[in-house]
């Protein structure tokens, strides 16, 4: 199997919400902090959102070095695009945020990853606290099999230590209507989750990445399996949930980091070539190779 495409299924896991706050959370708290990451001038940074700074990333499949000495800012409150030919890295740099890479055999990452000041790499960090704070929606919709519509949203909320019936049918609810979903599903939350078409099931996964309310929303390719009209609404969901949070996202669809992303960072045999706003990218790259990738003469 392809590490770069290969599909991760989240499973929750405990709902035991008697722990103590992770470290990740009981230092970043819920506001918006100042952090590393630089906001553009006259930006105003989203509720929920925190910037990535990656700095001299590089990461492993065994002995394949995968992406080498990547370095990225990911501006809070702003969409993020990776796009690059197939196995240039793209997939594999947003599992490395959330630090999903190393749960693959063999797999390793050394380099900084920074959420504002906080090293998610770091010896103190937990990981899944690292997991919570940044959603990850995959490239087909995986929505848990067993599981209601209500119960997909529900169990991300449990799993963060979220109590009380009232309050679990308002977050499902103001999830729902965040990931665009409510009004189509609001008279059926007790049928299966798998029942939706592909595109409400991909929204449905998008409402149980934020119902967490986490700080940065991965995607990786999230409307490769839809059609045309999916597609759309996605994006037009991407467009709205900026506000409130820091995307990045991989996409093979040129159209679409011209769409939704204010900025667009090109990579190339693991290695970042070249970012830069997104109409820039698209109208003016400095480097040959961005121009040769977007006009289509290769990738």
């Known amino acids: 199997m392809n590490p770069e495409t290969e599909n991760v299924t989240e499973i929750p896991e405990s709902t035991d919400s008697s722990s103590s706050p992770s470290p990740i959370r009981s230092t970043l708290g819920g506001a918006t902090q100042d952090g590393a990451t630089a906001t553009v001038a006259g930006e105003t940074p989203a509720s929920h959102a925190k910037g990535i700074t990656i700095t001299g990333l590089n990461a492993w499949y065994g002995s394949q070095h995968s992406v080498r000495d990547f370095t990225l800012p990911v501006a809070r409150g702003q969409v993020t695009a990776l796009i690059g030919p197939s196995g240039s890295g793209k997939s594999t740099v947003v599992r490395c945020i959330n630090r999903m890479h190393e749960e693959i055999p063999g797999a390793r990452a050394e380099g900084s990853v920074m959420l504002d000041d906080v090293d998610l790499y770091g010896s103190s960090v937990d990981v899944v606290a690292v997991r919570r704070a940044i959603g990850m929606v995959f490239q087909k919709p995986n929505p848990f099999p067993t599981f209601s519509i209500f119960d997909n949203v529900a169990a991300g909320i449990k799993l963060a230590g979220g109590k009380g019936e009232g309050n679990m049918r308002d977050r499902v609810e103001k999830s729902l209507r965040g990931a665009a979903l409510w009004d189509e599903v609001k008279d059926r939350l007790g049928e299966p989750g798998i ?35 999916a597609t759309l609404k996605i994006e037009d969901l991407v467009h709205e949930l900026k506000k409130d949070y820091t995307i990045a996202i991989v996409t093979h669809n040129m159209q679409q ?43």
Do not use: W
């Open 257 to 299: 980091a011209a769409r939704v992303a204010d900025t667009t960072c090109f990579m190339l045999d693991g290695q970042l070539v070249e970012h830069a706003p997104t109409e820039k990218i698209f109208s003016n790259p400095d480097d040959s190779r961005t121009e040769e990738y977007v006009t289509g003469k290769f990738g």
């Open 195 to 229: 029942g939706l078409s592909g595109g409400q099931q991909q929204r449905l996964c998008i409402a149980r990445a934020i119902a967490v309310e986490p700080d940065v929303i991965l995607m990786d390719e999230p409307c490769s399996a839809l059609d045309p009209g």
